[in-house]
């Protein structure tokens, strides 16, 4: 079932030739029985679970994360996890995002009007899925939109998310062409192709729109943006928010979750932490009560630009104001001065507020600021939000998150490269960094390497101390070998 | 003066032809002069201080950081700042390294015995100095040391350390052959070569060994490897310990800054803040005040591997045992999974322990724990640490600091493509990487970018709201034109 993840199956790059396991087929079906039956068309997962019930996708994340069903259920109920499962999605291996489970990773492929196309963005769908994305957003608003969206939702094992506005314009000729219809309308259609999770930006309301004037980079969200020039033309308020109950019915008929997209997100440090953005971000907390009280599954997108000390005020504000629902960030990125290296300087931002506990990370490429992300911007942009999404969960303390560190950290001790490689996040990197100097099989087992030397290298002296220790002192060294082991089966993975 | 800086001038590159400027010589000779008519040989910048004194390094420090002199004399005075500067050393710009001046980023070098030669070592010493390194250590631990040492010093405008327990080893067969007489012999001489710092790693203690024992990576620096190993073979104590005095002496002749190494400091982040950790940090701060007690400058080296959740302890410990002398880390790397990519896990921790008060941030490279970094990988942990010092700086709102980063989000606000480039870490590759998808010079002004295409660019709605506020609400934008320029003048570089 999770072929696609291990990078054994090439589903995603073999396009439609290649049919994706269906593992969620089956629950659903008898769902669709039952719902028959009792008449109640609500499929939202915080439905059943504030009705008592545990679904097989409560049960299967459960599994996944190493907590009982029951907390699932629970977590679900009040609103702080989501599992973004829509019914049309059998290929879905089920997952959740919030604040009682490891922290999650996105990435955003689609094309755009300049360039791309369906091919290269089912690669880019299987790069992000091999590499540990844990959803993608389909960020498409060029050529043939639905398109490649159905080809992405029919091969992809993780949540797909869209941002229903862009392809509206693209059912346009101008901006304040646009119509609640034809926005209604895309929504229903992406929903019943499968789309997991939807950005819906109705909290940038019209009363908003002068606070950014003392902004240096204005509107950065492309929706937000869209819709204030909607609002500046027609002097009418966001219709996203005068149609939500409209939107949220349309979410419980499929369970599409809710991404209330952060509009009004700061664009550079200096704009962090604003009257606008906080002032959007109240009203995506009215919004939230709103949506539960329909059953559906809600997260709050956040920025984007922040200095690092006022990251944690984001956490705060966002629990505060929209009441614990998971919180989703762009990065953070802590400067503005490194374009071309965007996938690092949102790293940090991303690993902290990930500490503080939002739920889930969307990434950002090398190449944002600049140009659309090709398949190598894909993988560093995932490399680096990996690495910020482990930080925080072991910074966090979540039950198991250090083994992995652990693991790796005894096979460098002792000299055991290959487990070394294998236990990384990128294998094939780290050996051929080692190859670069050193290649023959022979170092794969020598005690240093081309950093050190043979006689410089610290580790390799560091095991005559233990010896002195043992017996000098008594002291004897732990032996991590089977945590090795055990890491190295989780990942599927064996060191030859 | 600058011209290496700037990258105009390639004088490491062109190897001896290319004679460096010596902006120190003048006044290094008028204060040997003085010396001799008053008999005072300590030429330490901490001795002047004082003694009330402000010398011309302090004055160009205080240029460079927006500091009054007086403000620098005293906190050198205090042990709060160091000003890292060799007699012997005439080519170096002076650079202050504290907790009141901007966060500094070290980049290592140096050629192990496995790999490298003394061209290569100098094209090292260019990127760094190049793309903004502010120190550079010379770690070469094989061929001809002295040799490729006098090469980077004469051609380095910043300053250099030395690990010297490095080159006292290549001079005896067994490190238990290692005596204190050859590594002062080994000080002197690089000393009176013009190494403006040194790390002596004289607080590993051998009653600090069996501490190591419950680790799972052990000793990890090189440094504390080799003594150790000599204690335990040994049976007796650290002897850069017994003769700290000897070698305090040689430091007040030359005036070589301490760099405190920290021999015990933890290599994954199960071994942070440990027993060991914290037992040597508290030797180091007795060092600290010996040394300060002989007009000695001082800087204490730091960790290492460390989760987030203890990288504000670490600088809180370091302030209380070693009485605020500048901080100066290695990382943290925040995670031990990443192979290949630790620039970035390692990045995340220095950017927050610079935010915390580290004065100083020690690169790291992708090669890190893989092989010896070669020019590309220097170049890539350069970037990564500015991100990481700037961001610090931007967080601890040293005055200015934020300054590019709002030209740039203004440039990039107002789509002048070529300022964002110039005013950005690495011109070359984010305008190479705008080139990938839109190479011709109409785009360098076009309001879109690749990403989104010009039907989808927010930044391009946005100033549509931005004519709103002004028409409905009387808002004005402010125009930061003159930011944009006068932070293009003092990097020296034009956006044509």
């Known amino acids: 079932m999770s072929a696609q993840r291990n990078g054994g199956g090439d589903g995603a790059r073999n396009g439609n030739s290649y049919e994706a396991p269906k593992p969620r087929a089956e629950w659903l079906s008898k769902r669709r029985d039952q719902a028959v039956r009792s008449g109640d068309q609500n499929f939202s997962?915080?439905?059943?679970?504030?009705?008592?019930?545990?679904?097989?996708?409560?049960?299967?994340?459960?599994?996944?994360?190493?907590?009982?069903?029951?907390?699932?259920?629970?977590e679900v109920a009040a609103g702080r996890m989501i599992i973004p499962?829509?019914?049309?999605?059998?290929?879905?291996?089920?997952?959740?995002?919030?604040?009682?489970?490891?922290?999650?990773?996105?990435?955003?492929?689609?094309?755009?009007?300049?360039?791309?196309?369906?091919?290269?963005?089912?690669?880019?769908?299987?790069?992000?899925?091999?590499?540990?994305?844990?959803?993608?957003?389909?960020?498409?608003?060029?050529?043939?939109?639905?398109?490649?969206?159905?080809?992405?939702?029919?091969?992809?094992?993780?949540?797909?998310?869209?941002?229903?506005?862009?392809?509206?314009?693209?059912?346009?000729?101008?901006?304040?062409?646009?119509?609640?219809?034809?926005?209604?309308?895309?929504?229903?259609?992406?929903?019943?192709?499968?789309?997991?999770?939807?950005?819906?930006?109705?909290?940038?309301?019209?009363?908003?729109l002068p606070m950014v004037s003392k902004r240096i980079t204005g509107i950065v969200s492309r929706g937000g943006a869209i819709l204030a020039q909607w609002m500046a033309h027609h002097h009418k308020q966001n219709f996203l928010y005068e149609h939500f109950d409209d939107i949220s019915k349309i979410m419980t008929k499929y369970d599409v979750s809710y991404s209330l997209g952060d509009g009004l997100r700061p664009g550079c440090i200096a704009d962090a932490s604003d009257e606008a953005q906080f002032a959007e971000l109240a009203t995506l907390g009215e919004l939230t009560k709103y949506a539960w009280e329909r059953d559906v599954q809600v997260m709050i997108e956040g920025p984007g630009h922040v200095p690092m000390d006022k990251i944690r005020e984001q956490v705060d504000k966002e629990v505060e104001l929209?009441?614990?629902?998971?919180?989703?960030?762009?990065?953070?990125?802590?400067?503005?001065?490194?374009?071309?290296?965007?996938?690092?300087?949102?790293?940090?931002?991303?690993?902290?507020?990930?500490?503080h506990g939002a739920s889930m990370l969307c990434y950002v490429t090398p190449k944002e600021h600049l140009g659309l992300p090709n398949d190598k911007d894909v993988k560093d942009g995932i490399i680096a939000y990996k690495i910020a999404a482990h930080a925080a969960d072991v910074a966090r303390h979540r039950p198991g998150a250090r083994?992995?560190?652990?693991?790796i950290s005894y096979a460098r001790y002792t000299f055991d490269w290959n487990k070394q490689f294998e236990l990384s996040l990128d294998p094939e990197t780290a050996r051929s960094m080692h190859d670069e100097t050193l290649p023959d099989d022979y170092y794969k087992e020598a005690g240093f390497c081309s950093m050190c030397g043979p006689k410089f290298c610290s580790m390799n002296y560091s095991s005559k101390v233990d010896e002195f220790n043992k017996r000098v002192h008594g002291l004897e060294k732990k032996d991590l070998t089977p945590l090795m082991e055990e890491n190295l089966v989780k990942l599927g993975r064996t060191a030859s």
Chains 1, 2 share one sequence.
């Open 45 to 74: 997962q915080m439905h059943y679970a504030r009705l008592g019930a545990i679904t097989e996708e409560m049960e299967y994340v459960a599994g996944k994360e190493r907590l009982t069903p029951e907390l699932v259920r629970d």
């Open 85 to 208: 499962a829509n019914i049309n999605h059998p290929e879905l291996e089920p997952m959740a995002i919030g604040v009682a489970s490891c922290c999650k990773i996105n990435a955003n492929i689609g094309n755009s009007a300049v360039t791309s196309n369906v091919d290269e963005e089912l690669k880019k769908l299987h790069t992000a899925v091999h590499f540990g994305a844990d959803t993608v957003m389909d960020l498409s608003t060029g050529g043939d939109i639905p398109e490649i969206r159905e080809a992405i939702l029919r091969h992809s094992p993780v949540p797909i998310g869209t941002v229903p506005i862009y392809e509206a314009i693209s059912r346009v000729k101008r901006i304040e062409d646009l119509t609640p219809e034809i926005y209604l309308e895309v929504v229903e259609e992406q929903a019943s192709q499968g789309v997991d999770y939807m950005t819906v930006h109705a909290g940038v309301l019209i009363q908003y």
């Open 322 to 355: 929209c009441y614990g629902a998971p919180f989703y960030t762009l990065g953070p990125l802590v400067t503005d001065i490194a374009p071309g290296y965007d996938h690092i300087t949102s790293a940090i931002g991303a690993a902290m507020i990930g500490w």
């Open 403 to 407: 083994d992995r560190d652990d693991a």
